[in-house]
């Protein structure tokens, strides 16, 4: 039986893909290393683990069928950018991956969604997070700025493009995690390192409260974190996030997700939020 959702708590509304074809077949980041093996089953039992978790905080879990040759296709947030009803697509920089662009937005048009074609290179949930009124944005690695403006025509929401500098903390959901996108309350957490001096000042202006995550929640990609404003699911070795997440008032939920690091990815990677109109 699934636990009902707090009151004062929305419902979150997810699209997940399971890892039937997950394997590190190339490197595009440097947690991927092709001689290290991996193990198909321990990612899709983790993967189960961490939809369930979702069912059982009372979320709603929506599943895109895997293909196979798209061994990253479980990083769903990487498959489009979902604000207010509308569905912005993916278009990735490597070409390994550029055909999960098309299949995410298929899998948006044929559930009567208008979804909108990107012009500019852009990873989805990876690099555009959407924090209260306003849309952090990532480039540096991935995202180009352009994509960044493009966002902010179709959305009519403030876009604010922060530059990411460490190659380990190439989207920016792997460098910033949203707790809270309350737009009376935003909060957020990041990791310093991951962003170029004008952008830290940029976040520290925007975000005075923020929690400042560790060397070690940044190594365990604690960063790359589901919060539905109660409950923050995150890596089991991101202790120190997990301790200052309690101490405002979250639940942390630790949920190993270690056989998908290999790839690069926690659960923020897994979890594409759909967000309907406002
Ligand atoms: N191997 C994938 C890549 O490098 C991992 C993507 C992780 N996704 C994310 N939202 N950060 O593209």
Same mark, same amino acid.
């Given at each position: 039986m699934s636990t009902p959702v707090a009151p004062g708590k929305t419902a979150r509304h997810y699209l997940m893909c399971e890892p039937?074809?997950?394997?590190?077949?190339?490197?595009?980041? !440097?947690? #991927?290393?092709?001689r290290r093996p991996t193990d198909t089953q321990r990612a899709i039992d983790q993967w189960r683990h961490l939809r369930d978790t979702y069912l059982e905080l009372g979320h709603t879990v929506e599943l895109i069928p895997p293909l196979e040759g798209? !061994?990253? #296709?479980?990083?769903?947030?990487?498959?489009a950018t979902v604000v207010d009803g509308l569905v912005y697509s993916a278009r990735f920089r490597y070409p390994q991956r550029q055909p999960e662009g098309p299949a995410y937005q298929k899998w948006f048009a044929d559930q009567g969604f208008v979804t909108h074609t990107a012009a500019e290179v852009n990873e989805g949930e990876g690099d555009l997070l959407v924090v209260g009124d306003v849309i952090l944005a990532g480039t540096?690695?991935?995202?180009?700025a352009s994509a960044h403006h493009e966002l902010a025509a179709l959305t009519g929401r403030e876009v604010v493009t922060l530059e990411l500098v460490n190659p380990s903390y190439y989207h920016l959901d792997t460098a910033l995690a949203?707790?809270?996108?309350?737009?009376s309350s935003p909060q957020i957490a990041y990791y310093p390192?991951?962003?170029s001096p004008a952008s830290l000042t940029e976040l520290e202006r925007r975000f005075p409260h923020a929690i400042l995550a560790s060397d070690r929640d940044a190594a365990a990609l604690g960063l790359n974190a589901v919060s539905d404003g109660e409950n923050v699911v995150l890596a089991p070795g991101a202790v120190d996030l997990a301790e200052a997440v309690r101490a405002r008032g979250f639940t942390p939920i630790p949920v190993d997700t270690s056989e998908l690091l290999k790839g690069g990815g926690g659960a923020k990677c897994c979890t594409l939020e759909i967000r309907a109109a406002r």
């Amino acid at each position: 039986m699934s636990t009902p959702v707090a009151p004062g708590k929305t419902a979150r509304h997810y699209l997940m893909c399971e890892p039937t074809f997950f394997t590190v077949a190339y490197e595009i980041n !440097p947690w #991927m290393d092709q001689r290290r093996p991996t193990d198909t089953q321990r990612a899709i039992d983790q993967w189960r683990h961490l939809r369930d978790t979702y069912l059982e905080l009372g979320h709603t879990v929506e599943l895109i069928p895997p293909l196979e040759g798209l !061994p990253d #296709m479980v990083y769903a947030a990487n498959g489009a950018t979902v604000v207010d009803g509308l569905v912005y697509s993916a278009r990735f920089r490597y070409p390994q991956r550029q055909p999960e662009g098309p299949a995410y937005q298929k899998w948006f048009a044929d559930q009567g969604f208008v979804t909108h074609t990107a012009a500019e290179v852009n990873e989805g949930e990876g690099d555009l997070l959407v924090v209260g009124d306003v849309i952090l944005a990532g480039t540096g690695f991935r995202t180009d700025a352009s994509a960044h403006h493009e966002l902010a025509a179709l959305t009519g929401r403030e876009v604010v493009t922060l530059e990411l500098v460490n190659p380990s903390y190439y989207h920016l959901d792997t460098a910033l995690a949203v707790l809270s996108s309350d737009p009376s309350s935003p909060q957020i957490a990041y990791y310093p390192p991951a962003f170029s001096p004008a952008s830290l000042t940029e976040l520290e202006r925007r975000f005075p409260h923020a929690i400042l995550a560790s060397d070690r929640d940044a190594a365990a990609l604690g960063l790359n974190a589901v919060s539905d404003g109660e409950n923050v699911v995150l890596a089991p070795g991101a202790v120190d996030l997990a301790e200052a997440v309690r101490a405002r008032g979250f639940t942390p939920i630790p949920v190993d997700t270690s056989e998908l690091l290999k790839g690069g990815g926690g659960a923020k990677c897994c979890t594409l939020e759909i967000r309907a109109a406002r």
